[in-house]
């Protein structure tokens, strides 16, 4: 005996929009915290004299990780680059940027739900959060551009594959509830 | 009395478990870039710690899903949306997503045991010893967990596969899995 029926009346825009939108929330969710830690990481661990030490690379390391010396003593100058390249606002306001994103893609996560139930407010969320979410790509652009090309060819690229994939989702939502309103 | 879909437990533990998987994948990329440890550079203790804590809550949750889906089994799929094949595929991937997830972890700890790093779980817990610092069991824990994370990779792939593929039937077998 079934205790409660599913509700089989989501129209198909909504089920295939709200799954998508799952299964993005859950790898940007990911994508968002890992680089709010990776901005605190390099941050917090920076030499203070800003000089980085020599590389140290015993040979058992080397063999675990798989890396020759060369590579193990590149580790050290690809960190420098980064923290070298970013101006003195750039980690905090990455940090934050990263921080709201990843709360705005786990409410995504819960947003897609909805939509797959077609929760009457589903529509108008989703069209909140999806701008919220492309509102975020767009300031992480904006404060990528203000550096410098060490960090804009590291984030650019996929910045805007988010904003793009955003974007649709924005409109799916609002052609959704245009055909909501005409329906 | 039987619910069509899985009950609210168990769609929480499994929407915190996608996500945990997906952050520890990312994660792992990058953190492996980190310079090697020394006296003076730390960049990998953070993230490395993290990885750990999330790992072992990892081995929670599962088991906690587990009981979940066990004790409160939903009711079977219509027939009509999904087919012999289908049905199968979908067990299979259930149940070896369930044995890499908890093969991630422990060969994950293994090789963690064997290195000169403690684990305090969470910074709070610490976990006691359970091997020497012991670098050709390190690898061998340490290639086994890397082997069994691609697998893992491989079946969420598919797994994944299949609940877009019914979303875009629109056959309702996706929302099992979503009732907030």
Known sequence: MVSEGLNNNTPSWASILGVVAIMLGVFLTAVHGNEAMKQSVIVNNMPASGVMPEADCPEEELEEEGITVAECEYLIDHVAGIALSAPDWFPAAQMTLSGIGAVLAFISIIIGGALVNYTPWASKAAVTVFGGLAAVDLLQFAAVVNTGPTLREMYLGGILLWFILHLMLVVGALAGRHTEAEA | ?180
């Open chain 2, 1 to 180: 009395m039987q619910r069509q879909g899985f009950n609210r437990t168990a769609v929480i533990l499994h929407w915190l478990l996608a996500v945990s998987i997906f952050f520890l994948f990312i994660s792992s990329w990058w953190m492996m870039g980190l310079p090697l440890p020394s006296p003076e550079l730390q960049f990998r203790a953070f993230p490395f710690q993290l990885h750990k804590n999330i790992g072992i809550t990892l081995v929670i949750i599962i088991l906690m899903l587990l009981y979940v889906r066990l004790r409160h089994r939903p009711a079977p799929v219509d027939s009509t949306h999904m087919t012999g094949w289908m049905h199968w595929l979908a067990i299979l991937a259930h149940v070896a997503i369930y044995g890499l997830v908890l093969a991630v972890c422990v060969t994950g700890y293994l090789s963690s045991a064997h290195t000169r790093w403690d684990t305090v779980w969470w910074w709070t817990i610490e976990f006691p010893r359970i091997a020497a610092p012991d670098e050709e069991m390190n690898e061998f824990w340490g290639e086994l967990h890397t082997y069994a994370a691609w697998a893992l990779l491989g079946i969420v792939a598919v797994h994944v596969s299949g609940a877009i593929y019914h979303a875009f039937r629109n056959d309702g077998i996706v929302r099992r899995m979503m009732r907030w």
